[in-house]
Nanobody
Framework: QVQLVETGGGLVQAGSSLRLSCAASGRSNYILGWFRQAPGKEREFVAAISSSGGSYTASSVTDRFTISRDNAKYTIYLQMNSLSLEDTAVYYC????????????????WGRGTQVTVSS
């Protein structure tokens, strides 16, 4: 069993930066990832990282978002730069025991999400 708690969301202006954190309890070697769901849209993959540091980031955000991991703290981070209105969404942390994947069905545990709102 893994519990995931996301923090760091908030209201920011377009063009600014924000860093999200996700703290994981339980097993530390899960692959951890970020997904987001904008209002009225399907939840989509953002980025994922393994305990060894291998990562995969969605092409739509790879030039602005960076995922990282601190195994000692069982925590992953999502550094988001040059935020735009289209980044407004609830950001979810998820844990997978299988692969660094962009598929939601590969993730076994989910956090409750943190709201990111980007204003103009």
């Amino acid at each position: 069993q893994v519990q995931l708690v996301e923090t760091g969301g908030g209201l920011v202006q377009a063009g600014s930066s924000l860093r999200l954190s996700c703290a994981a309890s339980g097993r530390s070697n899960y692959i951890l990832g970020w997904f987001r769901q904008a209002p009225g849209k399907e939840r989509e993959f953002v980025a994922a990282i393994s305990s060894s540091g291998g990562s995969y980031t969605a092409s739509s955000v790879t030039d602005r978002f960076t995922i990282s991991r601190d195994n000692a703290k069982y925590t992953i981070y999502l550094q988001m730069n040059s935020l735009s209105l289209e980044d407004t969404a609830v950001y979810y942390c998820a844990a997978s025991s299988t692969a660094v994947s962009g598929r939601q069905q590969d993730y076994d545990y989910w956090g409750r999400g943190t709201q990111v709102t980007v204003s103009s």
